[in-house]
């Protein structure tokens, strides 16, 4: 049984351009979180979601950030216009349905922007 | 708000025992658990309780009481692999989302 999936490990951004971070959960998990890790923090919600619905995402900053998890295929987390301030480790984490929360992490996306 | 508190770094000598300490003050709680986290690496799966008391799980235990707002996790026996971070987390209702403290990384030395 795999694990939560995320690619790409290591993106690589310009100022201005657009990241797509994606997040396949564990098999039978359909919740889906996003989380960041800003350098020297600790890891701070940014968005909860099942299929096609998204449940809390009072984490996402207010513009250029958004996250999607179609019917078919993985979850997106899209950052439009990267700034340098985006260059964080962003985790994904799945759990199946509500009642056995544990959520398990996926190894992370480092993006950098230069 | 939710604020969750725990030290920044420990250090301890292989084979010996240390104990993270997490409190928290939240508007609403569920249950807490415990990561590890190795550098450059997802959060790992060490701890989940949600009633008052013990758990133990091999070299691991964690405890937890609801009335003080107060958890630790036990390290027994320590070795040098478990060098890292170990972070608490909160969560107000079942499948809700974690919210993480700071963090207490873990020197192990010789």
């Known amino acids: 049984n795999a694990g939560v999936m995320q690619n790409p490990r290591h993106l690589v951004r310009r100022r201005g351009q657009e990241a797509r971070l994606r997040c396949s959960p564990m098999?039978?998990?359909?919740?889906v979180y996003w989380y960041r890790q800003l350098p020297e923090e600790g890891l701070k919600f940014m968005v909860y979601?099942?299929?096609?619905?998204?449940?809390?995402e009072s984490g996402m900053p207010k513009e250029r950030f958004s996250a999607e998890f179609p019917k078919e295929g993985p979850s997106i987390l899209r950052i439009q216009q990267v700034v340098r301030g985006d260059s964080a480790a962003y985790f994904c984490?799945?759990?199946?349905?509500?009642?056995?929360?544990?959520?398990?992490f996926g190894p992370g996306t480092r993006l950098l922007v230069l | 708000g939710q604020n969750i508190d725990q030290p920044t770094e420990m250090t301890a000598t292989e084979g010996a025992i240390v104990q993270i300490n997490c409190t928290y003050q939240t508007s609403g709680f569920n249950g807490l658990f415990w990561y590890q986290q190795h550098a450059g690496e997802a959060p790992t799966f060490l701890s989940y309780?949600?009633?008052?008391g013990l758990e133990e799980k091999g070299r691991f235990s964690s405890f937890l009481s609801r009335s003080k707002g107060y958890s630790y996790l036990l390290l027994k026996e320590l070795q040098m692999k478990d060098s890292a971070s170990y972070l608490c987390a909160v969560t107000k209702a079942a499948g809700n989302k974690l919210t993480f403290g700071g963090g207490t990384r873990v020197l192990v030395k010789p």
């Open positions: 979601l099942q299929k096609e619905n998204i449940i809390d």
């Open positions: 309780n949600v009633l008052d």
């Open positions: 984490a799945s759990s199946p349905p509500p009642g056995r929360e544990t959520q398990y």
């Open positions: 098999k039978g998990h359909s919740h």
